[in-house]
Structures are given as structure tokens and as C-alpha cells.
């Protein structure tokens, strides 16, 4: 089957044609994207939803041309239906159903934070793993458990991502403040205690980042030891809790999304844990880990093949930004361990 996917939840507009005939990523034929920027300060949802509107039919095209399609001979839509800024949903939600009616075919919403877990299955050949999505805003213990993809664990406050990026700001770093912590980190192996902050199967982290703007105030330590130090805790918290759903859920297989997976220092404790515990841990490609179409395309035909009720009505089907991921029906995956 030949489905398009359009990805449009935040500041990235994107089309994609698959044929899920083919096996593994090769059924990806193309994953094209254009993403609003600012030079300054964060999105603006309205000026997003502009930069969608005015890039739309230039990304479908891209699509279809690098996939050597014709429009019509696409046999399924998929969007991006949740959860998102609705500005940017609207955009892509009507691009789909408008393309929908056009080619009188089935169209099919996902949950774009589904799509990426179902993705890095995909890339990763993995069957049963426990998802660590950790991005700026979110840090969650994900894993599929009798019919839904389960959040196991998360953090009480800020994301993994947002809290790096905090304390670098505080030091003078930069945006995003990840990838300098990590260098300035590799310079140093000096371990300086801080809050370790896990209780049951979440994580906290602002008692760590007040800690440790106050070590950096009193000048008594060195930035490359905090940066060292500061890594150490926060991901062996997120690893901790991984660790345990783990062992708990019975499951071998690790992967790892959001930005803060691209960290050297992450992927090697990571992987040390689940070489421990005979496992495999896994961090899909770059590509599928950033927002794009082909996670969508892929899901949508996903859950189609399995189940025809998941078409939507292409008159009435709407968005839905505050979806979250244990909300949705997952009658697509296959098995269980529990
Ligand atoms: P995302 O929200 O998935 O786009 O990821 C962005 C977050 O990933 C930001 O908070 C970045 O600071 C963080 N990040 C990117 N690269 C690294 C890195 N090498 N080490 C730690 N954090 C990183
Ligand atoms: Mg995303």
C-alpha cells in the first residue's frame, strides 16, 4: 500500500510516501520537511501555521517527486492529528482531509508521539522495548502494555533537556546548552556529589539545578566538574528508572528518543546498563528522531492494515492537541509480555 503522511504538530511541516509492501525502512520512498525558524525567542503558533500554509503543496511535491509517485496513486492519508499547537494541527489536518476527499481514500489520525515510538521500533528492529523519551520539555518511561502505550514513569517537573539548557543559561552557555555541557564534560572526571532525585519511577531535577547554581555562584568549583558531575546524576536517574521498567515489565530492549539521546556520555551508560542485563539499547537515526512525515506515514498504514475502524470521516475529523499517549487504543501491536 502507498500511503502519504503529513506531519504538521509544532514548527515542522512534512509529507511522506511509504509502500508498506517493502520490508524494514526501505518502504520509506521519501520523508521531506520544512521547518519554521526564529532567529530569536521561541515559536510563535500563529507565524507556524503561516509558514505551513505557505510551504504545503511545495513539501507534498518534493514527496511525491522523490518517491516517483503520482498523487493518485496514493491508497491512504495520515496526519498528524495529536497532540500539537492547534494553529500548526489545523494546517495539516485540512491539507489531509482537503487530499482525503480529492483522492477518495482512507484517512487515518495519529498520535504524533506515538509515531515516534513506532518509528524507532522500525529503525531499531526492536518487537518489545521500553521507549526513554527524553527531549527538551518531556522525560517520560514509556513502554506498550495490554492495549495501550503505557507511561511508566516521568519527570515531576521540568524535561531533561530543559533542565541542561537551564543550567547553561545560568552559566552563560548558549542555546541549546546540551551539546556544550557535553564537551565541557569530557574535560573533566571529577565527581562532585549533587541531588539525586528519584522517587519511585519518576525524576525531579530542579533541586539538582538549584544545587548546582549555587556551587557555580560560590565559585569554589570548576564548570567542567559541575558539567561532569551534573551528567553523571541526571542520566543515571533516567537510566535508573529505565532500568526498572526493564525488570518489572519483563522487556530486553532499550531505545532512547528526544535530543538528549544524540549525548555521548548517555549512550555509553545506556548501553553498559543493558549489556548488564543481557539487553540491547538502540537510538534510532537522527532523521526519526526530529519531527517528520515518514513516522506518520509509517503509523498511519500501521494501524489501517490492522484495523479499518481506524479511518476517520474525512467531512468531520478534527484535531486534538491535548491527546495524550495512554489515551489512544494501540489494536495494532501484536503482543504483550504481561
Ligand atoms: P528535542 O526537544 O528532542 O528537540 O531536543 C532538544 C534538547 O536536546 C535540548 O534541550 C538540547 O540541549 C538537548 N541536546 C541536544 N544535544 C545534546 C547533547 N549532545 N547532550 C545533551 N543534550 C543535548
Ligand atoms: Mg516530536
Redesign the pocket.
Known sequence: MLALGIESTAHTYGCSVINSRKKGLKQILSNERDTYTTKKGGIIPMEAAEHHEAVKEKVLQAALKKAKVNLEDIQLIAFSQAPGLPPSLRVGTEHAKKLAKQLKVPLVGVNHCIAHLEIGKLASGAKDPVFLF?????TQVISYAAKRYRIFGETLDM????F??SF?RSVGIG?????K??ELAEKSNKFIELPYSVKGMDVAFSGMLTNLKQKYQGKKYKLADLAFSLQEHAFAMVIEVAERAMAYLKKKELIA????A???R?RKMADIMCRERKGKFYVPPREF??DNAAMIAYTGALMYRADKKYALNAKTADFKPYQRTDEVDVRWVGKTNL
Open positions: 527524553i527531549s527538551g520539555a518531556n524535561g531533561l533537556g530543559n541542561i539548557d547553561a542555546f541549546p546548552g546540551g551539546p555541557i557535553s528518543i528526544g535530543g538528549v544524540a549525548n555521548k548517555f528522531v526530529t
